[in-house]
T-cell receptor, first 112, second 114 residues
Framework: GENVEQHPSTLSVQEGDSAVIKCTYS??????FPWYKQELGKRPQLIID?????GEKKDQRIAVTLNKTAKHFSLHITETQPEDSAVYFC???????????FGTGTQLKVEL | DTAVSQTPKYLVTQMGNDKSIKCEQN?????MYWYKQDSKKFLKIMFS???????INETVPNRFSPKSPDKAHLNLHINSLELGDSAVYFC?????????????FGQGTRLTVV
């Protein structure tokens, strides 16, 4: 089955700096890669997703890149703000599939 | 107008008891899931249902029995609760076919077994 690894497990940045979180996946059939943000005590919520026919996607301060050959995908957050502090999860899923496999999460802390 | 709602939000119970968590989605999605989030924040899939049919059972103990009366509901019944069952349980739904779409999560149920 699919295995998703995520690094780093914790990340501290100064406000205004960029943050990068990296994931790798094992199943070459995976073609959908969402990223979720989970604030303390809240539910995970989608912040951006990418499909395997696209190499990069951007939404304001957030971008995701995908390297299918290497089975890597990354989340980039620019101009970080304190409200970006949360746990971020990457995930992978196969097309028409019924299983979303999550990475182990990254605790991002944005310090003033 | 909650998209995925699960009840209760908190559940404290003694070892050996049986409890249920209910989940409903009003998004018209064809797939529903149960995830377990432990104290280390790992989100691990337990079950996946597509149009009321069980698709995935990730080696979950038999004490856990999901039930989907229709595609908008997926309930989780747990028998003989153990201390290790303490966790936050999330229900989620998505439209999995023909292309995966965003999974929407319920608010979570924090289960504490004492």
């Amino acid at each position: 089955g699919e295995n998703v690894e995520q690094h780093p497990s914790t990340l501290s940045v100064q406000e205004g700096d960029s943050a990068v979180i990296k994931c790798t996946y094992s199943d070459s059939a995976s073609n959908y890669f969402p990223w979720y943000k989970q604030e303390l005590g809240k539910r995970p919520q989608l912040i951006i997703d990418i499909r395997s026919n696209v190499g990069e996607k951007k939404d304001q301060r957030i971008a995701v890149t995908l390297n299918k050959t290497a089975k890597h995908f990354s989340l980039h957050i620019t101009e970080t703000q304190p409200e970006d502090s949360a746990v971020y999860f990457c995930a992978a899923s196969t097309g028409g599939g019924n299983k979303l496999t999550f990475g182990t999460g990254t605790q991002l802390k944005v310090e003033l | 107008d909650t998209a995925v709602s699960q009840t209760p939000k908190y559940l404290v119970t003694q070892m050996g008891n049986d409890k249920s968590i209910k989940c409903e989605q009003n998004l018209g999605h064809d797939t529903m899931y149960w995830y377990k989030q432990d104290s280390k924040k790992f989100l691990k899939i337990m079950f996946s249902y597509n149009n009321k049919e069980l698709i995935i059972n990730e080696t979950v103990p038999n004490r856990f029995s999901p039930k989907s009366p229709d595609k908008a509901h997926l309930n989780l019944h747990i028998n003989s609760l153990e201390l290790g069952d303490s966790a936050v349980y999330f229900c989620a739904s998505s439209q999995a076919a023909p292309l995966n779409t965003e999974a929407f999560f319920g608010q979570g149920t924090r289960l504490t077994v004492v």
